[in-house]
């Protein structure tokens, strides 16, 4: 009776240990599985690291590289600006040169020759031959100078377009006689010269 005992309790002994050994056996299997599944996301994580480290460093040099060119740029649209500012500066002092020229030009009397203008012309007609041929012997250069020259002289102060003719048209005086007045020996007038057209 001993002896099963025994027996019994040695299989039973056995079996525990077998049991056991097995629990074991799943469980370092188990956390071997775990460990190799936190090294390989481990890694990964430092390789995903590796990765954003690279890019960061990457995006660190374009950032570099922009902020040069941005400076670049900033120099050359300044360099602009000033040229730009230059160049209106010295249109307008060449502007207020020219203006300054001209009003030199309008306060002193041209010795330009006085053309009559085109609508002159054609508002008068007859006008350039009317200049070269004399009046009627009715009204000739002395009777005229004889009686108009009887007062003070009256002047007439040339402005531009103006001619002899159309002097003579407007004071009533023949061309001759504003020619022999201002001893003038052609049809030519000068901006600002002052003639004798009357007297008082």
Not at 7 to 35: D, H, I, N, P
Not at 129 to 134: A, H, L, N
């Amino acid at each position: 009776m001993t002896a099963g005992k025994l027996l019994s309790l040695s299989a039973a002994l056995v079996v525990v240990m077998l049991l056991t050994g097995c629990v074991m056996t799943e469980k370092y299997e188990a956390e071997k599985a775990r460990a190799l599944n936190f090294q390989r996301l481990l890694a990964q994580e430092e390789k995903r690291t590796g990765d954003l480290d690279s890019e960061l460093k990457r995006v660190k040099r374009e950032s570099v590289d922009l902020e040069a060119r941005n400076r670049e740029l900033s120099a050359q649209v300044q360099a602009v600006r000033e040229q730009l500012q230059r160049i209106q500066e010295e249109a307008a002092a060449m502007r207020d040169a020219a203006m300054l020229k001209e009003q030199e030009a309008l306060s002193k009397p041209r010795k330009s020759v006085i053309k009559p203008k085109r609508q002159d012309k054609n508002v008068l007609g007859e006008e350039p031959r009317q200049m070269m041929e004399p009046l009627p012997p009715a009204s000739t250069p002395e009777s005229s100078a004889m009686s108009a020259e009887s007062g003070s002289p009256r002047y007439h102060q040339v402005k531009p377009g103006e001619t002899l003719y159309r002097l003579s048209r407007q004071y009533g005086v023949d061309v001759a006689t504003l020619k022999s007045w201002n001893n003038l020996g052609g049809n030519q007038l000068e901006v600002g010269q002052k003639l004798i057209v009357g007297h008082q």
